[in-house]
């Protein structure tokens, strides 16, 4: 569906993207990853063709994009794009008929989302007397309401507290399962993990790694151990054997050296805090950052610390 080769933009003396290429098919997530400041931003507004790039191609169903493509794309931006005094269903049928929407299909369409995102009854409010996490939603309806194929969202968890964080998750896997490609920047790694099908991780605008996340986290190995444990954890990070460890309120992440065993690390940490749950697995996308990239990692939304 959307090809992305080689894509390069650079301001002045800075070099923001260089040579990112990636691909989105039909009823895929796409987490396009990275630490704030890494190029995310940058790329999805040269794909949309909002930034002229200086290098390279993207295309759209084999074609490049045009005024012909634009309306196949849904487009949620990073900063707030909406009219605070305007109502919230007249912002709604504004932007649909935008889309190409007919005022009556823009009210059919915005009432089904409105009720969907739990915003029903509220269509006469003006859009500044809404929180930040609603205004989020209702500037989501408005890049969704013309039911494009495509959808590209920069930073859509932004302002959502952690029920609301769920419920975009779970519109996310309705539009995939109706066919739909999704394109979605986070800094989050966690979050990204859990959603995505597929990858494309920058750094200082440049593709680090990417690939499908089951391919990803299988290519590091599974030399992870996770512990879960009532107690004070902050012994872990100087245990023999253990490479890097990811420290959080009552678990924690133990990247282990290529010859240790994990049971020689469980019985380290078994006399000493009260263990409620060990698993050798995979690593995260977090600590798969921090091996590839070195330094300090994207913030992950579970409050972890590199030790």
Known sequence: MLDVVDLTKRFTTTLAVDGVSFRVGRGEIFGLLGPNGAGKTTTIRMILHILEPDGGTVTYEGLPFSEATRNMVGYLPEERGLYKKSRLLDTLLYFGELRGLSRNHARERAGAWLKRLDLHGQEQRRVEEFSKGNQQKVQFVASVMHDPPLVILDEPFSGLDPVNQLLFKDVFQELKQ??????????????????????????????????????????????????????????????????????????????????????????????????????????????????????????????????
């Not at 309120?249 to 065993?261: N, V």
């Open 178 to 307: 109706q066919g739909k490609a999704i394109i979605f920047s986070t800094h989050q790694m966690d979050q990204a993990e859990r959603l995505s099908d597929s990858i494309c991780l920058i750094n200082k605008g440049r593709v680090v790694l990417g690939g499908p996340v089951r391919d990803v986290k299988k290519r590091y190995g599974k030399n992870t151990l996770h512990v879960e444990f009532d107690g004070d954890g902050a012994f872990m990070e100087n245990l023999a054997g253990v490479h890097r460890a990811l420290l959080y309120e009552r678990s924690a992440e133990l990247e282990l050296t290529s010859d240790t065993a994990p049971r020689a690390i469980i019985e380290q940490i078994n006399p000493r805090v009260d263990l409620r749950k060990v698993e050798l697995l995979e690593p995260s996308l977090h600590s798969i950052f921090l091996q590839v990239v070195g330094g300090p990692a994207p913030h992950n939304g579970e409050g972890g610390q590199t030790r």
